[in-house]
Structures are given as C-alpha cells and as structure tokens.
C-alpha cells in the first residue's frame, strides 16, 4: 500500500499536547474523539474508530477499520478496537492509573456531532470501567481547531488557487441561456480534476453542500433551510438549495458561491457576476458590499471582537438604508457576516451577536456580506481572511470584482 | 417563489398514519423528527424544525427556517418554531390532552442521527413541559422507510436511468492513461447535468459519499474506514477512499460502482471494466460474482430471510475456493452482500449475519458481490431490484456483463 503519512508526527503531538493543556485547566480525564473529521485533525488518520486522549500521557487509536491502514496514517499508537462491547475492558486495561477505584472520571467527547444512539451506547460501556461521565467537550474541539498551523493555512491556500483556477476556465461557458445546474456541472467539473474531493464537509446538523452555489435572479433570492446568507431555489424538496434549472438570464446577478476540498481542506468564495448591465438597486447594494469587505478587512487585527465586526457590518447597512436585504430578507435573514473555515466549512470563529471572541493569528476567515432582494436576486462578495499579526491577509485570489460579461 | 409540494398530501398523509399506527403497538406517546431525510420522508419538506407527531390526531412541523417555504411544500400543518428554549411550552400549549399532568410520556426520536448535544437540550426543553422521556425510535423509521411507496419506486427508477445515461456517454473517454480520478469527474459530470444533486446522503455517523467509486488495480484493493466491499486509495488521509490519481492501466480490473441522487432518491450499481482482458484468476472471480447475483435474483421472493440470501452468498464463495477475498480481504471484509436503498444509500434491510428480516414486496435491495485481490485490484457487479409479489425486478438499466475495452 502506497500510504504515508500526511501530517507531521510532530504536528500531531502537538495538537494532542494542546487538548491536553485544555482538559487539564477544565479537570477532565480524558478525552474520546469521535468524528471522523476530528479524528484527521489529532491523529492524521480519519479510518474508523476511537481516539481515546488521557489529559496526560499518551494516546491510542482504537481502530475498527482499517487497522492495517491507520498504521500507516498516524504517529499516535494503534490498536485493534476488537468487540465494541468490550471497549471499557479494553480502556480499563490499557490506562490503568486512569480508571483507578472509587475515581469518578469526567470523560469529554464531541456530543455535538456524535449520535445519541452512540452517546448512550458509549455511555454505558464506559460506566463498565468505573463510573465515568461523558461530557461535552465540542465547544475545546472548536476553539483548538480555531487557530490553524501552516501546515493548514498552506492546505486553504492550495484550495482557494483551484477555485480561482476552475471559476477562469468557467467564465467562458456563463452565458444568457445556459441553466444555473448545467454552469454548476462545469465548474465542478474544473474543481474535481484539481483534487477536490468531491464534498465540502460540514459540522451542523443536517447540513450539506458540494461545491457551493451559482444562483441568479429571483431564484437566487428564495429562502432556504440552509444557514446562510443565500438560499437557491434547488432541485426539488429533496435539494431545496443551492442551484436550480432556472436559466440564466441578461441584467440579472448571478452569484457565484463556490468552494472545494484540496487534502481536507476548504476554501469559501463568492463573485456576482452579470451579462450585460446590474438594475441600479442591486449596483448599489454590490458596492455597498465591497465597501463593508473592505472595512472589516481594516478592521481585523488580533484583538478586534468578533461581535464587533457584525455589528459594523449592520451599522454600514442601515446607514445605506439596506438592513432589511442584508443576509437574507425578512424573517430568513442569516444573523452572522462571516464564518471559520479549515476542515469544515463552519468552523469558529463566527462574526456574529454575542460571539464576544477577539480575532488571534492563525484564525482564517470567510468574510461575506450579501443583500437580497426577492423577486430579483442575490449579490454580494466573500473573501477568505488569514488572521495575522499585522491584521488580515486575504487568501482568496480571484480578483475582487463585479464580473461584467458582455 | 415557484414552490409546490413534490410529495403529495395523501401519501404524506399515509406515512404518518403508518408511524402512528407503529407508536401504539409499541406504547410510544409521541415522535419528534428531526433529520433531514426523516422530515422530507414524513413531511416532503426538509427545512430546518421539528415535526411533532402524536400516537393520534395532528402533527405540527414547527419550523425555524424557512417558514414561507416550509408551507409551500408540506400539507402537514406548519407552524414557526419560535424561541427554542420555549419548546416544551409549546408543546404543551399545542397538545394539552397529551401533555396531562401526571402522565408520563414516552416520546420516540431518531437518535440514531441525532446529536447528543441537541439530544440533551431537547430532552430538558421536553422535561419542562412535563415528565417525559426521550427514547430512540430509529428502528421504526428505518423499518417503515424500508418498503417503498410507487412514488418512491419511480424515482429510484429515474436515478438508475441517469446513471445508465452517465456511464453510456463517459465509456469512450475510458482510455489507458487517464486518471481514475479525471474519468471519475467526467461521470460525475454527466450525472449532474441530468440532476443529480451533487451528493448521495448516507445515515451512518462518519460515512461519506459523493458519487460512489471508480477504482483500478492495486488502488481498488486498498482497505478503508468506508463500510462497504471495496475501499480505494482515495486523495490523500483526509479523503482515503473512492478515487485516487493513479493511472488506469491495461489488463487491471476497472471498478466502476457509480451512483447518483435524483429528487432525493438514489440509485447503486457496479460495473467491471477491463481495457484488454482480465488476468485468469480475477475473471474467473468475476464470473462468481455472476452467477452470485443470478442465484441472489433468483431466490429473493417475499418471505426469504435476508440472511439466509447472505449465508447463501458465503456458501457460494467456498465452494469456489474465494472465501478470503469477498466483499473485502482479511480483517477488512465487510460482512454483508446488500443493502437497502432510497433517501439514503444505507437502508433497511441489510443481506447480512443475524438480519432474519423476510423479504417483502416493496423493499429495495442493491446486491454487490464483489471480490478483492490485494495488489491487482476489485472485481464485481452490482444491481439494484424491487422486490415484488412475484420476485426481484431489476431497477439497474445497464447491461449486466463485464465491459471489455479495446
């Protein structure tokens, strides 16, 4: 098997070092990860299984399948999970200092993707080794996962140069005529045989995304379950989002919100594109965007609370006079003006009310202030940010304009 | 907005009934849905809520986005979700003979899905509006969702047809040299300009899949976390399955286990392509696989066991000496030789050890006999039927023979 390693053992242990750090300033035990996106960010090896971190100490990978290949993925210990019954045997055996009698041990896991059936599942086998808690402990997954190492931001960065690269050699085919879908098909079709894995993972409940949306006109400005500034029309009920048959037409925006996967790791852009002229409305509205990119590209210095870039964002908003557009209309309006990317595409931080988190170096950020309009679409701009010392590094590499086509 | 309900009031109507009538045999007071594809099932709208069904009378699909649409596409009666801590409330408010003081309820949920986060909060915001206890029901929903419906049936159909078109128009592009993963992104191209929605959703916690597979050689035969026969290189640790960049080379098996989703249903199916022939000992277990799903089609009547067509199946491997190579190799054989399928690509019933489920019309089954060489790569095929009255009915619509290429 032609398998290595992709993250650096060093790398590795210094993740797990960190949750350490963390679990031991919260007084918990140790740690069960379970998803496998997780898994990737602390081991290197996303194959099925447990990871089970005590808060000192060292690591072990619980495989159900495949061991043999785990091996050749990670620098942290493998072992065979066996019969899933038998786990909290197998713990009690393998960390002996850990499950001592009488110790009641808080176990965190991230309950905010794993199953209930599983939680209970889990819950129950571990009580069998002690009496054990498992806890929630998403909420250290996520601000740890926050901060992204080079090795990250240079995987982001490989990812936003293939979007650039299949949305030119897209532009040539976004005509008057051709259906949002049939234009989607070729833009996935560039992103794919540039590695992108074929999916945009995503940690919410029931949310899903491929490679984004291209949406124009009033189909664009539909609403839809999904969390987020624009809706789309879809394929039906059972795809309600995202794009749809509806044809591109001449002066209307079309929004072009893309994205791929490159070694695990996304990119979020968006351009407004249109063939021939935007309604003065929209044009207005598209430069107000920009404007409120621009400024909190001024703004995001380390220190800057997240909660205060969105509330600039509505205070430009309402000066233009366009606060009931921003983010969705009406009832659907989205309540946030950007969002953490890295391995999922909704990662934290997250501009918006309340999230009271000063920006640090290393956050990577996709900025996306968008104004819909019913009944005539969507427009706006989305830029992916690197958090640095000296204040925000944009990584994007589209360039960052209204795509007039003729 | 162009919206109508794409499920239509009396089936949505006959579903509920069905659950309804499983809550009383089984003492269950209430079902809260909350995935996804459990709602559209249930409701024909997926928007982000709960669908609130009692054991009798009318359920409630409290939605928080998007209401209008919501509205739109369900005949269930719709109403807005509100302030989420207030559920229990609402609850109470809105079934006042269900929530009597007193009675303790038993209220089911698909916790098979759901998130233990999500999973507490609701157990507490329930627990306020009196005593209540939130079981798992997902055995009921899978059981239900098991036997399809003529609607579903047709659109299973439509999918298989899609894929058939797909593969049909990517077969001359199939040349030494190419990629696995160039060929996999012009099929996928060719599915979605025909409305595949992009992603071929899966129930398991940590599954994935896009548009299935397209493996060759050694690269096929590489284990992975994937719970399925055949693994794949795949792009790298963060993505190790599926296709890989290695080259498709002559005289090697070409696994082409290719699927798409087509107004929420989806289709399963595998070809083995070969450019040349195929060295003795894979062609021959290739013919195996033949005659596997031959004698499977042949015996899946109603009221067969679905594990006695697997037990079957195994016997088959050992008298042709291919035991060690079936549906995987090693450690790493999955231990199943079919599946479910419609929503998702993993339903109920599974042709496996200890699934002592007959047979009954309706179901829809994709059968895989498929064997692994580690080394030289992954031969099969795959159907998907209908089982009817009268026994298995293909849905697959290619031609069920071993592609040989020139």
Same mark, same amino acid.
């Given at each position: 098997?032609?398998?290595? &390693?992709?993250?650096?053992?060093?790398?590795?242990?210094?993740?797990?070092?960190?949750?350490?750090?963390?679990?031991?300033?919260?007084?918990?035990?140790?740690?069960?990860?379970?998803?496998?996106?997780?898994?990737?960010?602390?081991?290197?090896?996303?194959?099925?299984?447990?990871?089970?971190?005590?808060?000192?100490?060292?690591?072990?990978?619980?495989?159900?399948?495949?061991?043999?290949?785990?091996?050749?993925?990670?620098?942290?210990?493998?072992?065979?999970?066996?019969?899933?019954?038998?786990?909290?045997?197998?713990?009690?055996?393998?960390?002996?200092?850990?499950?001592?009698?009488?110790?009641?041990?808080?176990?965190?896991?991230?309950?905010?993707?794993?199953?209930?059936?599983?939680?209970?599942?889990?819950?129950? =086998?571990?009580?069998?080794?002690?009496?054990?808690?498992?806890?929630?402990?998403?909420?250290?997954?996520?601000? =740890?996962?926050?901060?992204?190492?080079? *090795?990250?931001?240079?995987?982001?960065? &490989?990812?936003?140069?293939?979007?650039?690269?299949?949305?030119?050699?897209?532009?040539?085919?976004?005509?008057?005529?051709?259906?949002?879908?049939?234009?989607?098909?070729?833009?996935?079709?560039?992103?794919?045989?540039?590695?992108?894995?074929?999916?945009?993972?995503?940690?919410?409940?029931?949310?899903?995304? $491929?490679?984004?949306?291209?949406?124009?006109?009033?189909?664009?400005?539909?609403?839809?379950?999904?969390?987020?500034?624009?809706?789309?029309?879809? =394929?039906?009920? &059972?795809?309600?989002?995202?794009?749809?048959?509806?044809?591109?037409?001449?002066?209307?925006?079309?929004?072009?919100?893309?994205?791929?996967?490159?070694?695990?790791?996304?990119?979020?852009?968006?351009?407004?594109?249109?063939?021939?002229?935007?309604?003065?409305? *929209?044009?207005?509205?598209?430069?107000?965007?920009?404007?409120?990119?621009?400024?909190?590209?001024?703004?995001?210095?380390?220190? $800057?609370?997240?909660?205060?870039?969105?509330?600039?964002?509505?205070?430009?908003?309402?000066?233009?006079? *366009?606060?009931?557009?921003?983010?969705?209309?009406?009832?659907?309006?989205?309540?946030?003006?950007?969002?953490?990317?890295?391995?999922?595409?909704?990662?934290?931080?997250?501009?918006?009310?309340?999230?009271?988190?000063?920006?640090?170096?290393?956050?990577?950020?996709?900025?996306?202030?968008?104004?819909?309009?019913?009944?005539?679409?969507?427009?706006?701009?989305?830029?992916?940010?690197?958090?640095?010392?000296?204040?925000?590094?944009?990584?994007?590499?589209?360039?960052?304009?209204?795509?007039?086509?003729?």
């Amino acid at each position: 098997m032609n398998i290595t &390693a992709d993250i650096p053992a060093g790398l590795v242990r210094q993740r797990i070092e960190r949750l350490q750090e963390a679990m031991q300033t919260e007084h918990i035990d140790a740690f069960l990860i379970t998803q496998n996106i997780d898994l990737y960010y602390f081991s290197g090896s996303m194959q099925n299984g447990y990871l089970f971190i005590p808060s000192t100490g060292e690591a072990t990978f619980y495989v159900r399948r495949s061991f043999e290949r785990a091996k050749l993925e990670t620098a942290v210990r493998v072992a065979e999970l066996g019969v899933f019954r038998h786990f909290g045997q197998t713990l009690l055996h393998d960390y002996p200092s850990l499950f001592r009698d009488g110790v009641e041990l808080r176990i965190a896991a991230d309950l905010d993707v794993l199953p209930a059936q599983t939680f209970h599942k889990l819950s129950e =086998l571990l009580g069998a080794s002690g009496r054990c808690s498992l806890i929630d402990g998403s909420a250290h997954i996520r601000r =740890l996962r926050m901060i992204k190492d080079p *090795l990250e931001i240079s995987r982001i960065e &490989a990812a936003a140069e293939v979007v650039a690269e299949a949305l030119n050699e897209s532009l040539n085919e976004l005509r008057e005529g051709v259906s949002e879908l049939a234009w989607m098909a070729r833009v996935e079709y560039e992103l794919r045989i540039r590695g992108h894995i074929g999916q945009m993972r995503m940690r919410g409940y029931n949310q899903e995304i $491929t490679t984004g949306m291209v949406i124009s006109g009033a189909a664009a400005a539909v609403p839809t379950y999904f969390d987020g500034p624009a809706g789309g029309l879809g =394929l039906g009920a &059972a795809s309600p989002q995202s794009v749809s048959r509806s044809i591109v037409k001449r002066n209307e925006p079309i929004l072009i919100d893309i994205g791929c996967c490159i070694d695990g790791y996304v990119i979020d852009q968006t351009r407004t594109a249109v063939i021939g002229e935007l309604p003065v409305t *929209l044009k207005h509205a598209y430069e107000v965007s920009e404007s409120i990119i621009l400024a909190t590209e001024q703004r995001m210095v380390p220190g $800057t609370l997240c909660s205060k870039l969105y509330e600039e964002a509505l205070a430009s908003c309402a000066a233009s006079g *366009l606060s009931d557009h921003f983010m969705g209309y009406g009832a659907d309006q989205a309540k946030f003006l950007g969002h953490g990317i890295g391995l999922e595409i909704d990662e934290w931080p997250v501009l918006a009310k309340g999230f009271h988190i000063p920006l640090e170096p290393g956050m990577v950020i996709a900025v996306e202030p968008k104004f819909t309009f019913p009944g005539q679409g969507v427009v706006g701009i989305e830029n992916s940010y690197l958090i640095t010392e000296h204040g925000a590094k944009a990584l994007t590499r589209s360039k960052a304009e209204l795509i007039v086509l003729p």
